[in-house]
């Protein structure tokens, strides 16, 4: 059961990875890891998780996703679809599967998928694994560490969404059946991959720091920090779409003088909206937007503090800028939770093109805002 080495292999999703690919050696198909390739549509890299190809010569694109929640955003379903489908029409292969860590129950059946993407859920994962203990044990492990980070603990790992396939036993292996031939099933076309994300985090990068006035690539113009602002604006709309709403911005707060730049509403029911609800008193999360050149100060932290409230529910700030926080704010921010229980994260723009990039390939936020948490929290001193 060979496995693709990787320095990443301890984070969650990288083991969730690894263990799907395992679950294809034990099944006698050929495994290919983290293979770029060019798509299509405008000739940008992609990089495949895994390209599997059946002992009679069927290849099968796979895209792995870790998702932390049981009820992934659709448009996170459909943009991986169409990103899948596109590496599919790419590389010639004769299946796109979606890989899972969620029971067919809580994501769409195949045939709402577009394109004839076939669904590989994580009840039929675990029933593929059992022929494997090392395996299935370490499936078991990822479907746990979901139920504890969502407050679940009593939760079965397979909770009997597949009750009724393991009755009939042939049809607990269907999707690695469907990918051992070249018949795959045709589905209706999609539309074309989004590019939303890219086109943003382009424009992040290319807006240049400090206040003047700016034109950019895309047409867009305007003084540089106000550029900034809509833009990371936009973009946050855009990559937490289902887990935080009620956007506002500008608003003032205990008079004209003292204002932050936007606010939401956490809606989402995945790990970091949960946790932030349920750990850290908040329903609101503010943002301050700040097209700094150098790293942000711990002046900031302080003015920023002033404006969280968690007895209404608003105690988490983040602050977007180029440069993130200098070490100094950096403890400012450890001395506002130690001392008042108020989270002020720092989220960079590099960070932030990432996730907006992420996005259009179909991989939500939640992981990313929950290891920026993790990390912050094992920082924090006496």
């Not at 200098?326 to 450890?334: E, G, I, W, Y």
Request: hydrophobic fraction near 40%; charged fraction near 25%; charge should be negative.
């Amino acid at each position: 059961m060979p496995l693709s080495s990787d320095r990443r292999t301890n984070e969650p999703y990288y083991r969730f990875q690894r263990l799907v690919e395992a679950l294809f050696w034990l099944h006698d198909f050929k495994v290919e890891a983290d293979k770029r390739i060019s798509l299509r549509d405008d000739g940008r890299p992609y990089e495949i998780d895994l390209l599997v190809t059946s002992p009679a010569g069927a290849k099968s694109v796979i895209d792995v996703k870790l998702y932390r929640s049981r009820t992934p955003n659709p448009l996170d379903l459909s943009n991986a679809c169409q990103r899948l489908l596109a590496a599919q029409a790419a590389v010639g292969a004769d299946h796109a599967v979606l890989a899972t860590n969620l029971n067919r129950s809580h994501t769409f059946s195949d045939d709402a998928l577009p394109g004839g993407v076939v669904l590989f859920p994580f009840d039929e994962m675990l029933d593929a694994a059992k022929s494997d203990v090392e395996l299935e044990a370490g499936l078991t492990e990822i479907g746990r560490e979901l139920n504890s980070a969502l407050r679940d603990f009593d939760r079965p790992v397979d909770d009997g969404a597949s009750a009724s396939r393991r009755a009939d036993a042939p049809d607990t292996l269907q999707t690695l059946v469907s990918l051992r031939s070249a018949d795959a099933p045709v589905g209706p076309s999609g539309p074309p991959p989004s590019r939303k994300g890219h086109e943003l985090a382009a424009e992040l990068r290319e807006l240049p720091s400090g206040s003047g006035f700016i034109k950019l690539s895309s047409e867009r113009e305007g003084v540089a920090w106000r550029l900034f602002e809509q833009i990371c604006q936009e973009g946050l709309s855009y990559i937490f779409q289902g887990l935080l709403d009620q956007w506002e911005e500008q608003q003032a707060v205990g008079g004209d003088a003292n204002r932050f730049d936007a606010m939401c509403k956490i809606t989402g029911d995945d790990v970091f909206s949960r946790t932030l609800i349920e750990d850290f008193s908040s329903r609101y999360i503010l943002f301050e937007f700040k097209n700094y050149t150098d790293a942000v100060k711990p002046n900031l932290i302080h003015i920023t503090e002033k404006y969280l409230y968690p007895r209404a529910l608003r105690g988490t700030a983040i602050i977007i800028s180029p440069q993130g926080l200098s070490l100094d704010a950096r403890a400012a921010t450890h001395g506002a939770l130690r001392d008042v229980g108020k989270l002020v994260l720092d989220l960079n723009v590099d960070t932030l093109c990432k996730m907006l990039e992420d996005k259009d390939n179909g991989t939500a936020p939640s992981a990313t805002m929950e290891g920026l948490l993790d990390a912050f929290l094992l920082e924090i001193g006496r």
